[in-house]
Structures are given as C-alpha cells and as structure tokens.
C-alpha cells in the first residue's frame, strides 16, 4: 500500500462547478498535510496547507481533514480554466528516521470552459 | 541565489556514467529532500536529509546517494545510471515549522 494515496483522474470539470478531489493515506502519526498544484512542466506550488480536523478555507479552495478515516480532501469552488493542472496531495510524519515529506501520485482536473 | 536552484536544467547521460545533480538553498532551511516524478507516478521520495550531516532514505533510493555535508548543499548522485533512471528530478528544501517546501526548477535527465 502506497503511503499517500490519489486518484489519478483526469477529473473533468465544467466552468464554475466545483472540483472535488480525495487523498487517503497510510499513517496514523501523519502530522501535516499539503495540497500542491503543479502546471505541466512546472516545479509544484502550495496552495493548501491544513494540520488539525475539520475544514480550511482560502479563496476558492476548502481542504477538509478527516485524521480518524486518514483522509484528507480539496475542494476548488467556480472552477476556472486555469485551474487545469495537476493536484498534489502531501502528508509528513515524524518516525525514527526522522520527517519525511511524502507525496501522493496526483490528480489531474481538467476545467472545461 | 534566491530560494532553490537545481544544476543542470537537463542532461542526457550515456548508460553507465556517474553522475550528480546539485542542489543549493540559500533559506537556511534543515530538511532537504530529492524527488523523481514519472507519468502517473507523482513525486517519489528518493532520498532526505533533516539536517546536515544526516540523510534518510525514501521509497525509491536504490541507484542513488545523497550527502549533506553543510545545509545548503543536497547533492544526488548516480553511482552509473541505467535508462530507468529517465526522469525529471525535483529537490525540496523546508523549514523545520514551515508549511511550504521549496521546490527547485526540476532537472529532467534522460539516460540513453
């Protein structure tokens, strides 16, 4: 079982809907969570960052965290074209080794205009 | 240098050269990691580093090792690289109460 999980998508989306998108991941002592876009052929950029259970709003996007499910989702509302890229769930954890910062594979969101 | 900056921007590689890929942060930041992304596979963790002088290894380490003698240097190395090895590699640094990891510019390397 893969640490962070995605769904690969592509996740098609009409103009304005909204965008749902789920990760799910393997550890329990998993401490903080990300939420990354990356355009193509570009470096990842933050969008979300969320740390304890409920829901965070910025802007357009709402990252929920479930820690008793292990789950962790993004939700992009009035989706626009540009909002086209591929979205990176991240997850670290602090073990023996040390903290680790480990990604899912992402999900691709194709908005539709 | 301002934030991340990986060398070189990309590379092809005869099978069965050395190589390192550099990476240098000028934040002062302690955690350091390399990624390799492939199609549909994500960022998978190579190799890590929470502060100088120690390095931990990722889900995908075999083929490579790091060093981190001082904080702002992370280098990759590819003892002799093999065509699996085809990627595009991303080194990240992190504050130690930060939210964002810093991500270089990638360094897409292809092994022919």
């Known amino acids: 079982q893969k640490e962070v999980e995605q769904n690969s998508g592509p996740l098609s989306v009409p103009e304005g809907a909204i965008a749902s998108l789920n990760c799910t991941y393997s550890?329990?002592?998993?401490?903080?969570f990300f939420w990354y876009r990356q355009y193509s052929g570009k470096s990842p950029e933050l969008i979300m960052s969320?740390?304890?259970?409920g829901d965070k709003e910025d802007g357009r996007f709402t990252a929920q965290l479930n820690k008793a499910s292990q789950y962790v989702s993004l939700l992009i509302r009035d989706s626009q074209p540009s909002d086209s890229a591929t979205y990176l769930c991240?997850?670290?954890?602090?073990?023996?080794?040390?903290?680790?910062?480990?990604f899912g594979g992402g999900t691709r969101v194709l908005v539709k205009p | 240098i301002a934030g991340i900056t990986q060398a070189p921007t990309s590379q092809i590689l005869a099978a069965g050269r050395r190589m390192t890929l550099r990476c240098t942060q000028d934040?002062?930041?302690?955690?350091m990691y390399w990624y390799r992304q492939d199609l549909g596979l994500g960022l998978r963790l190579i190799h890590y580093s929470n502060t100088a002088g120690t390095t931990g290894k990722g889900e995908v380490p075999d083929g490579y090792s790091v060093s981190r003698a001082n904080t702002d240097d992370f280098p990759l190395t590819l003892a002799s690289a093999v065509p699996s090895q085809t990627s595009v590699y991303f080194c990240?640094?992190?504050?130690?109460?930060?939210?964002?990891?810093?991500f270089g510019q990638g360094t897409r390397l292809t092994v022919v």
């Open positions: 934040m002062r930041h302690n955690a």
């Open positions: 990240a640094s992190r504050p130690d109460r930060g939210n964002e990891a810093f």
């Open positions: 969320i740390y304890s259970n």
């Open positions: 550890d329990r002592v998993s401490q903080s």
């Open positions: 991240a997850v670290t954890s602090i073990k023996a080794a040390g903290n680790k910062l480990t």
